[in-house]
Antibody, heavy 121, light 110 residues
């Protein structure tokens, strides 16, 4: 079955760039699915970051659009997140997820386990 | 401050029926589908309810969703200890052009 796995540095310095990768296994990232990133600050709720389609089309949360880039690498069957100019407010667990092709663009039906990223000097 | 408002906590005893509310506005719940996610402690969220009241494959029929106007509800019947988790509602917001989540409700099974 399809699985998602996030990877990347767990510690990023303030004003630096947060870079994460989500590897898709057991299936093709080129399937008719959008792929998305969601984050969760410690002890807080979920925040949608953005999404990408295999064609490269993207949509971002307007509150983050000036700092975020999501890319897809079909040859490696993975997609990535870059968030620049980070501050302590970007400290969170970052999840990658698959957008359901059955239930529509607001249904995230498969999630990675999440990776904790701390912004600190 | 979340765009969708949920009570921070809810509780019930085994076998009981509990409901969790999610209040929004005409630009989100009032005009779009509502989705619910369950997040067990220390794990990633899991899709629980789609399109207001549809259950994805594998979700027990003890879980049900409803929507009326600008509010939605998640009901859990026959409460079990393993239902102890955080529950989040979500919807697209037309005004903000963003997917929004509720602040989450922590369900405790007493």
């Amino acid at each position: 079955q399809v699985q998602l796995q996030e990877s990347g540095p767990g510690l990023v310095k303030p004003s630096g760039t947060l870079s994460l990768t989500c590897a898709v296994s057991g299936g093709s990232i080129s399937s008719s699915n959008w792929w998305t990133w969601v984050r969760q600050p410690p002890g807080k709720g979920l925040e949608w970051i953005g999404e990408i389609y295999p064609s490269g089309s993207t949509n971002y949360n307007p509150s983050l659009t000036s700092r975020v880039t999501i890319l897809i690498d079909k040859s490696q069957n993975q997609f990535s997140l870059k968030l620049n100019s980070v501050t302590a407010a970007d400290t969170a667990v970052y999840y990658c997820a698959r957008v359901s092709s059955t239930w529509g663009r607001d249904a995230f039906d498969l999630w990675g386990q999440g990776t904790m990223v701390t912004v600190s000097s | 401050q979340s765009v969708l408002t949920q009570p921070p906590s809810a509780s019930g005893t085994p076998g009981q029926r509990v409901t969790i509310s999610c209040s929004g506005s005409s630009s989100n719940i009032g005009s779009n589908y509502v989705f619910w996610y369950q997040q067990l402690p220390g794990t990633a969220p899991k899709l629980l309810i789609c399109r207001n009241n549809q259950r994805p494959s594998g979700v027990p029929d003890r879980f049900s969703g409803s929507k009326s106007g600008t509010s939605a509800s998640l009901a859990i019947s026959g409460l079990r200890s393993e239902d102890e988790a955080d529950y989040y509602c979500a919807a697209w917001d037309d005004s903000l052009s963003v997917r929004v989540f509720g602040g989450g409700t922590k369900l405790t099974v007493l």
